[in-house]
């Protein structure tokens, strides 16, 4: 324990102090199901272990072994998101899913990051990209609502959760809060000049790091100049992803550059990532081949490919889904700033 930390979080005094948080928890959660119940949404419960954890190269996973009853071991992991499970439900038949359950993810703690959080998922069968955007918005309202919060706040920054929300895209964003014509750095079928979006970013006064792979200055430029800009006053959908940067969701008819990917912002907060979700059990594959070897040039490692979920591609509906940062949403509604304040037990440091 260090000197900042006077008291464990279970002794009385601090349970006392989180409690009201704990408790604005537990109404939003079960509002939630609720709302996903009038609607149809079955709730599932996928196993969160298993044979890849994901395949995008910045997100890092749980290693460990299962060992079968001959006493050999295999590896296998704790998953970063339920998705591969819920497609392969999809692929089986189902229309209207949602996981309302834990997920890993290593490498990731700070105020708005823990090792194990809340994730709430859910996908449509054969229901258009602005289905599950709608979805969100909704849900984010319905937190607000529940918690009795007039106006999300987070340092510094206000968000009324009711207001309409705004919604631009990402190339519009860049240009607008940072100055950058994104798409111009990528060629006609989306590929992207690293060297270009270097230049642009040497325009506007950032500095260059010896890393200029075009993803990394891209997140760089998102961090910095976008990303504080977003949910002030009213929530973002910040939507249609770079193609490059939406490793499993398809591209939007027409317009090869970009992608259906969306993602959801409230106080400078990223809140919601969701897709219209790829089919094309080739492209997918592609897809994460490349992601797994920029993962072992960066760092010197790769996760198995799931074949199992390849496969089920092919039997897959279009469908579109959306993950949900529990936690975080319910640290807006109750006005925490730490995200271990509304989780009813932290990971021990």
């Known amino acids: 324990m260090t000197a900042l930390q006077t008291s464990p979080w279970w002794t009385p005094d601090r349970h006392a102090d989180r409690r009201p948080a704990l408790l604005a928890r537990a109404r939003i959660d079960a509002a939630m199901r609720v709302w996903l119940a009038e609607r149809d949404f079955i709730v599932v419960d996928p196993p969160g272990l298993q044979r890849s954890p994901g ?9 460990t072994t ?3 009853n001959d006493g050999l071991g295999q590896g296998m992991y704790l998953h970063t998101s339920p998705e591969f499970t819920m497609k392969k439900l999809l692929a089986a038949g189902e229309e209207r899913i949602a996981s309302f359950q834990h997920v890993w993810r290593n490498r990731e ?10 994730m709430l998922e859910w996908y449509r069968a054969n229901e258009a990209y602005d289905a599950v955007i709608a979805d969100t918005l909704a ?3 319905l937190a607000a609502e529940t918690s009795g919060a007039g106006m999300f706040s987070f340092r510094g920054r206000d968000c009324d959760p009711c207001a309409e929300a705004q919604r631009l895209s990402v190339a519009e964003a860049f240009a607008e809060y940072a100055d950058i014509d994104l798409l111009s750095t990528l060629d006609g079928e989306g590929i992207p000049n690293d060297a270009a979006l270097a230049a642009q970013m040497a325009r506007i006064g950032m500095a260059v790091p010896s890393e200029t792979t075009w993803s990394y200055l891209f997140t760089q430029i998102l961090v910095d100049k976008v990303e504080p800009r977003l949910g002030n006053g009213r929530v973002t959908v910040l939507d249609h992803y770079p193609a490059c940067e939406a490793a499993l969701a398809r591209r939007v008819p027409g317009d090869p550059k970009v992608s259906e990917r969306f993602e959801v912002y409230a106080c400078g907060v990223e809140l919601a990532n969701g897709f219209g979700e790829l089919t094309d059990a080739g492209e997918q594959r592609r897809r994460f ?5 920029e993962k072992a040039r ?33 640290m807006l509604a109750t006005g925490a700033q730490r995200i271990e304040a509304v989780l009813w037990a932290p990971v021990a440091e």
Do not use: C, K, W
Not at 55 to 63: I, R, V
């Open 139 to 141: 849900l984010i309202r």
């Open 289 to 293: 081949e490349a992601e797994m070897a």
């Open 109 to 118: 703690r700070s105020a708005l990051h823990h090792p194990e959080f809340t």
């Open 55 to 63: 395949n995008e190269t910045h997100l890092h996973a749980f290693g």
């Open 298 to 330: 960066i760092y010197n490692e790769r996760y198995p490919i799931d074949e199992d979920f390849l496969a089920a591609l092919a039997h897959m509906p279009q469908a579109s889904g959306v993950a949900l940062g529990f936690d975080r949403l319910v």
């Open 66 to 68: 299962m060992i079968g």
